[in-house]
């Protein structure tokens, strides 16, 4: 049974309108990371206080997308892949603001840390974060152009991260076998490389997403919702 | 202007078939979660091994209950506040997803900590895991039952898992500090509870969730959807 696509002009301006914000919360989310990250590396707690701040915008920027797919499904009324999409877009937007939590909680992390002398230099967290933000960017943008190569991609580097982690939690258990003094520190840098695995984790649920709404229509022919 | 309710006796019906959907798949993650602390705690590796097989159960669940969602959507159009439930429920499902992924997650560490000698009896573990369960129980009741003041209960009760963490990062922390040989193994106790820990957070979230849904309404009356 073909699909009853709905291809009315305003449908189409809502879909962009939530696409496009469902983009800008993702920026939002990489930069929140991005700045946890530097407040850490560059001992800077003002930035870490920005970041802690900055979370109230993306708690509005989900309300903002709900009430944009609220509106889509009551006036538009969408079936099969387009009410997909919009309910997928309900369940997206709840994986990116964890991760705007995520930034909050490393944010708190740096600014315990910051108060300690300084362990070792950071070099691989930030290299860690910036793979992790990449692949939240880009396990968006497989969600607003429905590219299931792009969103495999993502789940591809999101073993990456998990690699990242493993050597930074290696590598600081060397600092805590050696003298317990780095103990608490060393604990605090593994915390926050875990939290950073876990915006690789988050990226990676919204590229399988993605992947079944996109390619899921296939082998998922015949459910009940189809046949009617 | 009044919400167009819907009354339709199908429209309850399959209400209350996801709400049943949504209940099952809560009951089948807090057995999950008391699974694999029991698994670790009586040093049963087949145990574990259980948890982490069960976990395709979970992922059927949430396919059901999304399908559900979709059909409910699709042919009764619900909206006000209907539609927010079931968007509620489309958001909700990838939490307890999630804390089966959770589950899993802490069988996998007991299956290696099992392997090494013991270093402690687990006391405050089970306790904490017991509190986590109880509140994701009571965080699905509060959804089904529309019962913001049990969801406000969830919420308060999260400090409590929050609070047993601290208690078993702190002493666990003793351990790694009086002998390097206990790090290793304290660290997957730490990541197990820390695991625990974010059962509790996610109950708080979908408790969260029930309070806006419930309560919402009021302080939310003329949003753009209401105003149409």
């Known amino acids: 049974m073909p699909d009853r696509e709905h291809t009315s002009k305003q449908f189409?301006?809502?879909?962009r309108a939530l696409k496009d914000k469902l983009l800008l919360m993702s920026h939002h989310a990489e930069k929140m990371i991005a700045d946890a990250i530097r407040a850490l590396v560059e001992r800077r707690p003002s930035l870490a206080e920005?970041?802690?701040?900055?979370?109230d915008e993306m708690?509005?920027?989900e309300l903002d997308v709900d009430n944009q797919c609220y509106e889509i499904l009551a006036l538009e009324q969408p079936v099969a892949r387009d009410l997909r999409f919009?309910?997928?877009a309900l369940k997206i937007v709840r994986d990116i603001e964890r991760i705007?939590?995520?930034a909050v909680n490393i944010a708190e992390r740096a600014t315990e840390l910051i108060q300690e002398p300084e362990m070792k230099r950071l070099i691989d967290l930030p290299i860690m974060a910036e793979a992790a933000q990449r692949?939240?960017?880009?396990s968006l943008d497989a969600f607003v152009n429905s590219d299931a190569e792009l969103a495999e991609k993502v789940i591809r580097d999101d073993s990456f991260v998990d690699d990242c982690y493993e050597q930074i939690f290696r590598e600081l258990l060397t600092y805590m076998m050696e003298d317990t003094k780095y103990i608490s520190r060393a604990l605090k840098v593994i915390f926050i490389a875990k939290h950073l695995e876990r915006v690789?984790?988050?990226s990676a649920n919204i590229a399988e997403m993605v992947i079944f709404l996109v390619r899921g229509q296939d082998i998922r022919h015949g459910t009940r919702l189809d046949r009617r």
Do not use: F, N, P, Y
């Not at 920005?50 to 979370?55: F, P, Q, R």
């Not at 692949?135 to 880009?138: M, Q, R, S």
């Open 12 to 15: 189409e301006q809502q879909l």
């Open 50 to 55: 920005e970041v802690i701040k900055s979370d």
């Open 59 to 61: 708690d509005q920027l």
């Open 86 to 88: 919009i309910a997928t």
């Open 100 to 102: 705007g939590d995520i």
């Open 135 to 138: 692949i939240l960017k880009e």
């Open 200 to 202: 690789g984790d988050h």
